[in-house]
């Protein structure tokens, strides 16, 4: 690559930051004004409003070796939702889904970990692969919708979340792998269980399996030929097929891809930190909180590493912020001012490129 060329990927890499910086900054700024009210300070004390949130924020995530370990904890599950959002994101498809693959795969992982008698080198991967193939159909089944039929993945993808959850808890409440007395799947066997960091928190090896996705997907998306279909779909997907790109193929393999890492983050997340499923109520969001990791890393999976460190660390000091008078709300609030700036950059790049063609049409 001559010197030209790196000095023009240099930038545009420096330039695709600014947004995803400047949204952290102002989604901080405002935030400040709610821990001033929550506080009580004046308007003349911004600062001391300002360093107190950074004080409780590293306090809570980072200043101990339980805290760091406990958004650790967090940031895993993250990472995982946060590359499967951004491998569909990437192919132009919106996996709303991806909470559903998540939960499919702790479903799946729940089971395969009860089969007793196998080694730990055998038993540990075969959860992992169990996480695969549920988050892969799960992901898949709209996938094909899509490209076979036309048919919007959002709508599909949400009902797919919660038919996964539905089922899981039909595991749980009405078959032989629940534990009816306590609403659970019962705990994995030994030989199941991912290794951990420490004894006083759930981190675990599955932190390292999440860094390697990302790299692995970050490589398929830009150094091989089926990373760039991918992503030749994701940005003109006639322009791709009249160059001889198969829009479908490349729709549902988007969509595989996806729910099959979501179904890894669940599978382990199982292994790793919860031993078991318990029947559930709500949506866990890991995989609604992947949108705006996925969102704020622009997509890159590499980026999905820091996002997600930044979002594990809000909700692990959440609880902090509510023992020192603050609402725990206040870390929803600096996530959703985080998207809605990052998405501005989609708005301002959609009325360029309007512009652009506008421009070419005159011509």
Same mark, same amino acid.
């Given at each position: 690559m001559s010197n030209k060329s790196t000095s023009i990927a240099i930038k545009k890499s420096l330039k695709s930051l600014i947004f995803p910086l400047v949204a952290i900054i102002l989604s901080i700024f405002v935030a400040v004004f709610f821990v001033m009210w929550a506080k009580g300070y004046s308007i003349l004390q911004y600062f001391s409003a300002l360093a107190k949130l950074f004080e409780l924020i590293w306090k809570g995530s980072f200043a101990t070796k339980r805290n760091a370990l406990n958004t650790?904890?967090?940031v895993t599950p993250l990472i995982f939702t946060g590359v499967a959002n951004?491998?569909?994101?990437?192919?132009g498809l919106f996996n709303i889904g991806v909470e559903g693959q998540f939960i499919v795969g702790m479903g799946a992982a729940a089971v395969v /970990?009860?089969?007793?008698?196998?080694?730990?080198?055998?038993?540990?991967?075969?959860?992992?692969?169990? /996480?695969?193939?549920?988050?892969?159909?799960? /992901?898949?089944?709209?996938?094909?919708?899509?490209?076979?039929?036309?048919?919007?993945?959002?709508?599909?993808?949400?009902?797919m979340n919660f038919i996964g959850m539905y089922l899981v808890n039909f595991i749980i409440l009405r078959t032989k792998f629940g534990v009816k007395a306590s609403a659970s799947t019962p705990i994995i066997q030994k030989s199941a269980k991912i290794f951990r960091f420490s004894n006083i928190s759930n981190a675990n090896l599955s932190l390292i399996i999440a860094?390697?996705?990302?790299?692995f997907i970050y490589w398929l998306l830009w150094k091989t030929t089926v990373g760039y279909e991918i992503r030749?779909?994701?940005? $003109?997907?006639?322009?791709?097929?009249?160059? /001889?790109?198969?829009?479908?193929?490349?729709?549902?393999?988007?969509?595989?891809?996806?729910?099959?890492i979501a179904g890894i983050g669940g599978?382990?997340?199982v292994a790793g930190v919860l031993y078991q499923v318990?029947?559930?109520?709500?949506?866990?969001?890991?995989?609604?909180?992947?949108?705006?990791?996925?969102?704020?890393?622009?997509? $890159?999976?590499?980026?999905?590493?820091?996002?997600?460190?930044?979002?594990?660390?809000? $909700?692990?000091?959440?609880?902090?912020?509510?023992?020192?008078?603050?609402?725990?709300?206040?870390?929803?609030?600096?996530?959703?001012?985080?998207?809605?700036?990052?998405?501005?950059?989609?708005?301002?790049?959609?009325?360029?490129?309007?512009?652009?063609?506008?421009?070419?049409?005159?011509?």
């Open positions: 650790l904890v967090y951004a491998i569909a994101f990437r192919c /970990g009860l089969i007793p008698g196998l080694s730990p080198a055998l038993h540990i991967p075969l959860v992992i692969i169990s /996480g695969i193939i549920a988050g892969g159909i799960w /992901g898949g089944i709209p996938g094909y919708l899509k490209a076979k039929f036309g048919t919007n993945e959002v709508i599909n993808t949400i009902m860094i390697v996705v990302a790299i030749a779909v994701g940005i $003109n997907p006639y322009g791709s097929e009249y160059g /001889g790109i198969n829009i479908s193929k490349n729709i549902i393999l988007a969509m595989l891809l996806s729910g099959a599978a382990t997340h318990q029947d559930m109520m709500v949506f866990p969001n890991f995989g609604f909180d992947g949108i705006a990791v996925a969102l704020l890393a622009k997509s $890159n999976p590499i980026g999905c590493i820091p996002a997600a460190i930044l979002f594990g660390a809000l $909700n692990s000091s959440s609880r902090v912020l509510q023992l020192n008078g603050i609402p725990k709300e206040i870390v929803a609030l600096i996530q959703s001012v985080i998207i809605i700036f990052v998405a501005t950059d989609y708005i301002v790049k959609y009325f360029e490129d309007r512009k652009k063609k506008g421009a070419m049409i005159n011509e």
